[in-house]
């Protein structure tokens, strides 16, 4: 697995079980879902993911979506 696709399959799965936790639980759990489609947009703009960097330092390597060098400014 790569880290590209651990992330997508970590926001996938959060994302889920949020909207679960909202249906079953209480509505507050779409608060996790807002922070995680937060975190997807900011992403895409800044290149930067909190969560590619964790998989990372565990030793995942590097997919397509996310190069280890920084991009060109």
Do not use: E, H
């Amino acid at each position: 697995m790569t880290v590209d696709r651990a992330v997508f399959a970590l926001a996938g799965s959060i994302t889920l079980l949020s909207l679960t936790l909202s249906w079953l639980v209480s509505p507050y759990w779409l608060l996790l879902t807002t922070f995680v489609g937060a975190n997807l947009l900011q992403t895409a703009f800044t290149g930067f993911c909190p969560a590619a960097a964790i998989f990372r330092k565990l030793g995942l390597k590097t997919g397509p979506a996310f190069p280890c060098a920084p991009p060109a400014v």
